[in-house]
């Protein structure tokens, strides 16, 4: 590998399971290095909060350590081929934030993105659409979810494309899902202060492997961004 080009770190309040960043948002903290619309970053280890990771470039590819042993790895990609399901309008949204599983059972309730014990996250809380097509939530981003100019900033996207998907899979009995590789295609980024709805949908399922797409639209129905994730079923309890 190169020597050391810079670091990242992840501070404490950007945490998904206890103890460990949230994937989405380590992932957009790589691809702000990537350099391209497009980018596909794979979780190699819980990534640690507080600590500086050392990026290094190899063969067209930016690793994240933690010590010797690589966390996380980010490159070039374009987006596998999936289907975006018709987005629901704000008020249809709406509704669904109301049935999001989420608030009966959490795994990991304090999750910066989708944790109801959580007042200072995204709180994007991805119900069931009336007619099952996937799940959906209204987020109207804040001004510290984004830069000078009033736009939302790569790592906020990447962790509002990250939960909504875990939220459609059907799980085994005494398992949760943690995020293994994340594919996403950023177009345009959302602005502070507008409102735009965030959904997820389920693909398909391989083993222990599980796959689900999400997006960000605005109100006219307007794709701004979108992933496909490669989401990982573990023992409860196993990090």
């Known amino acids: 590998m190169t020597p050391n080009t810079t670091a990242i770190r992840i501070e404490n309040r950007y945490n998904g399971p206890p103890g460990s960043a949230n994937g989405g948002y380590i992932c957009g903290r790589m691809a702000e290095h990537a350099g391209t619309p497009c980018v596909e970053t794979r979780l190699m280890a819980p990534p640690p909060l507080d600590t500086d ?10 690793f994240a350590l933690h010590g010797d042993q690589p966390v996380a790895r980010a490159r070039q990609a374009s987006l596998p081929e999936m289907i975006v399901p018709t987005p629901a309008t704000l008020d249809e949204a709406r509704q669904a934030e109301t049935r999001f599983s989420g608030f009966v059972d959490h795994p990991f309730p304090g999750c910066y993105v989708c944790g109801p014990d959580r007042d200072d996250g995204l709180r994007l809380f991805p119900g069931w659409l009336d007619d099952h097509r996937a799940v959906a939530c209204p987020w109207t981003p804040a001004a510290s979810h984004g830069d000078d100019q009033g736009r939302v900033t790569l790592p906020q996207v990447y962790a509002a ?52 797409g999400t997006a960000v639209h605005d ?21």
Request: hydrophobic share 40%.
């Open 53 to 62: 990771m050392p990026l290094r470039l190899e063969d067209a590819q930016w």
């Open 219 to 239: 109100t006219t129905g307007r794709c701004l961004a979108r992933a496909h994730a490669v989401w990982v079923q573990i023992p409860a309890g196993s990090r």
């Open 161 to 212: 494309l990250d939960c909504p998907g875990s939220f459609t899979l059907e799980k085994d009995p005494d398992t949760w899902v943690v995020l293994g590789s994340f594919t996403v295609q950023v177009d345009s980024l959302p602005k502070v202060g507008e409102p735009y709805v965030v959904s997820g949908w389920p693909l398909s399922r391989d083993g222990r492997k599980h796959f689900a």
